[in-house]
T-cell receptor
């Protein structure tokens, strides 16, 4: 069965420093991987997705993620954090065997200090 | 881009009443829609998969008679919380999978339900 592990429940960075949010997945089939962001009391916004094309995926707001099959990872990065990036981030996996029903990670709360 | 709406965005009701939440795909057809529940500071929990024209598939532990799902058209799914109780208070989010893209889904903005 597919699964996803977000290794950190909280990540704290200073404004202007790099962001790294870690995600490892388990999937028997070629997975589709997604990162979503959720601001307080808001819905989910898609940051980026990987669906078997280029392994380095660029998303919105300067975020990108690299699909590494050998490491079963799909970490989210951003070169320079902004205060507005403070939010909850979810890594999501889906695959054909799971009928493309998405499985969510537990979420990582990104805290940005001035 | 693909847009999914939810209505209402926020609802407060008395214990024992029923509440209906609508999920609409505005510019695409969705054979499949998903309903999630999210508790504060937690991840999304899949409640059920809604398929147009057939019965919904509920996840283990989700009461079918409590959370009624209807997917009557390719652009509309509804979730009715029957005889709501305070413990049903939560953030409910739907997503819609385009008929043409089975590996993608688009999320609605969510509905905040508060049961007094």
């Amino acid at each position: 069965a597919q699964s996803v592990t977000q290794l950190d429940s909280h990540v704290s960075v200073s404004e202007g420093t790099p962001v790294l949010l870690r995600c490892n997945y388990s999937s028997s089939y070629s997975p589709s991987l997604f990162w979503y962001v959720q601001h307080p009391n808001k819905g989910l916004q898609l940051l980026l997705k990987y669906t078997s094309a280029a392994t380095l995926v660029k998303g919105i707001n300067g975020f990108e993620a690299e699909f590494k099959k050998s490491e079963t990872s799909f970490h989210l990065t951003k070169p320079s954090a902004h205060m507005s990036d403070a939010a909850e981030y979810f890594c999501v996996v889906s695959d054909r065997r799971g009928s493309y029903i998405p499985t969510f990670g537990r979420g990582t709360s990104l805290i940005v200090h001035p | 881009g693909a847009v999914v709406s939810q209505h209402p965005s926020r609802v407060i009701c008395k214990s024992g009443t029923s509440v209906k939440i609508e999920c609409r795909s505005l510019d695409f057809q969705a054979t499949t829609m998903f309903w999630y529940r999210q508790f504060p500071k937690q991840s999304l929990m899949l409640m059920a998969t809604s398929n147009e024209g057939s019965k919904a598939t509920y996840e283990q532990g989700v009461e079918k008679d409590k959370f009624l799902i209807n997917h009557a058209s390719l652009t509309l799914s509804t979730l009715t919380v029957t005889s709501a109780h305070p413990e049903d208070s939560s953030f409910y989010i739907c997503s819609a999978r385009p008929t043409s893209r089975t590996d993608t889904q688009y999320f609605g903005p969510g509905t905040r339900l508060t049961v007094l």
